[in-house]
């Protein structure tokens, strides 16, 4: 039997009340943290912390923070107005089904793992709106991996994308999770550039409205989507895009369906532009509506889209005819003996 080593209360910060872990030896956090600024949590120098209660940080700060090879296991619930969990130089955050939220004050970023790693196993992220960055980031060689039933909401927006993995190395395995994007326009839920790399396994990305949001996005040479058995649902907006590659970016989709329902025009099921931009599709249902130049699939610029299987269907919103239209039409048919004509709304078509 491996010898059982006791955890210590960890190390008080006398600056702000929360936790300043500065070493190896094992500590755990029992009772709830609440910092009206700065850093809740923080574990540094391979310092190795565990968190069992509510981590809440106010005034723009952040919930955990580990950094320099250290380990902290998060099994409580994490609060911040900043920054939630914040890994970087090596280090690791293991978060085990735990509600991660913003305070309601428009916080910046959820997630971030700077050439380190965040585990998140079954985790719910709420964010009511973000400031103005992309809500999870996997940066400089870090890895997020998400197991398990996670959730990501963000109902009012304010970010430029969900899931963002950015640069060489770095990259974002979801396996089962559920992105729900709100109501607001020009957001991207999964975007990779700069040689990031996202892995989707099942789950599902969905618009509840807006204009100009993307479902997933690789831009970029060497920056990669793979997406298996996933729903992806934009729309209501105009301009919206299931997938896109561009600029030498590559996505490779299997099974699962793209829908790209929007009232507005310039829909696109799947669109990749740009030379060495290549889109592959094996088995997907691709399902376009739109009112006007929307396509199914939009290969443009020496872009490449490969399907194996699966289908298209567009199908396009007709509008009411405008005035000047049907005063004609009902002279030519007062002209020919004929009453009044009236368009019967809705109508449809369908190719």
Known sequence: MAPQHARAQCTANPTNGG???????????STPVT???????????????????????????????????SVVTV?????????????????????????????????????????????????????????????????????????????????????????LASGSGSQIIADGLSLSMGGSGGITAAKAQAGGNIQ??????????GGGNTGISATGANSSITANGMSISVGN??????????????????????????????????????AGSLITANNVAVNVTGSGGDAGVNAANGAGIVMTGGSVFRRQRCGRPSAEWRQRNNERHRRNGVGEWRLRLPFQQWW
């Open 19 to 29: 936790i300043a872990q500065n070493d190896g030896a094992p500590c755990t956090v």
């Open 200 to 209: 989707f396994t099942g789950g599902s990305i969905t618009f509840s409205g």
């Open 237 to 274: 907006g105009g301009g919206d895009v299931g997938a896109n590659a561009d600029t030498g970016g590559q996505v490779t989709l299997t099974g699962g369906g793209v829908s790209v329902q929007g009232v507005g025009g310039g829909e696109n099921g799947l669109r990749a532009t740009g």
């Open 75 to 163: 099994n409580g619930p994490v609060t911040a107005s900043g920054l939630g969990l914040s890994a970087a130089g090596g280090a690791q955050i293991i978060a085990n089904s735990i509600l991660l939220q913003n305070d309601g004050g428009g916080g910046a970023v959820a997630m971030m793992a700077n050439n380190a790693t965040i585990i998140a196993n079954n985790i719910t992220v709420s964010w009511p709106s973000g400031g103005g960055q992309s809500l999870v980031q996997a940066l400089a060689g870090g890895v997020i991996q998400f197991t398990g039933s996670s959730s990501i909401t963000i109902p009012f927006g304010g970010v430029p994308s969900a899931l």
């Open 35 to 69: 910092v009206g600024f700065g850093t809740a949590v923080s574990a540094t120098n391979s310092a190795n912390v565990t968190t069992n209660a509510a981590v809440t940080a106010h005034g723009f700060g952040t919930g955990i923070s580990a950094d320099t090879n």
